[in-house]
C-alpha cells in the first residue's frame, strides 16, 4: 500500500517530534491547494529540521515540492506541494498568524457573511 502525501508528511513530522499536528482540509474554500498542514517547531533548528525531514522523505516517494520558503531564518518554513501546504512554525508565530482559526472561520462563513 502506497502512502499519501498528506501520510508521508504527517509521518515525516511525527518522527521528529513535531509540535500539535494540524491538518486543514480546505477545498472549497480556496482554489491554490487541498490542505494545509501547520506544525510548530520547538526552535529555529527544529523547525528547520521538521520542513528538511519532510522534504527528504517526499523526495524519497519521488514528490518534489513546487518550493520551500523561509529556511533562511527558520521562524516560519512553508513547503508548497501544491496539492498539500506545510507551514512549520515557531509558537509564538504560530499563535500569531493563528491560520488554524482564520482557515477554520473561512470555511464557516456563508455567502451572507461575505
Given at each position: 500500500?502506497?502512502?499519501?502525501?498528506?501520510?508521508?508528511?504527517?509521518?515525516?513530522?511525527?518522527?521528529?517530534?513535531?509540535?500539535?499536528?494540524?491538518?486543514?482540509?480546505?477545498?472549497?474554500?480556496?482554489?491554490?491547494?487541498?490542505?494545509?498542514?501547520?506544525?510548530?517547531?520547538?526552535?529555529?533548528?527544529?523547525?528547520?529540521?521538521?520542513?528538511?525531514?519532510?522534504?527528504?522523505?517526499?523526495?524519497q516517494s519521488?514528490?518534489?515540492?513546487?518550493?520551500?520558503?523561509?529556511?533562511?531564518?527558520?521562524?516560519?518554513?512553508?513547503?508548497?506541494?501544491?496539492?498539500?501546504?506545510?507551514?512549520?512554525?515557531?509558537?509564538?508565530?504560530r499563535e500569531?498568524?493563528?491560520?488554524?482559526?482564520?482557515?477554520?472561520?473561512?470555511?464557516?462563513?456563508?455567502?451572507?457573511?461575505?
Amino acid at each position: 500500500m502506497t502512502d499519501t502525501l498528506q501520510d508521508i508528511v504527517v509521518n515525516a513530522l511525527e518522527d521528529l517530534k513535531g509540535k500539535a499536528i494540524e491538518v486543514i482540509d480546505v477545498r472549497g474554500l480556496t482554489s491554490v491547494t487541498d490542505t494545509l498542514i501547520v506544525v510548530s517547531g520547538t526552535s529555529n533548528r527544529h523547525v528547520k529540521s521538521l520542513a528538511d525531514n519532510v522534504v527528504t522523505e517526499t523526495k524519497q516517494s519521488g514528490i518534489r515540492p513546487l518550493g520551500v520558503e523561509g529556511e533562511d531564518i527558520g521562524e516560519w518554513v512553508l513547503v508548497d506541494y501544491g496539492e498539500l501546504v506545510l507551514h512549520v512554525m515557531l509558537p509564538a508565530t504560530r499563535e500569531f498568524y493563528d491560520l488554524e482559526r482564520l482557515w477554520r472561520v473561512s470555511g464557516d462563513m456563508d455567502d451572507s457573511a461575505l
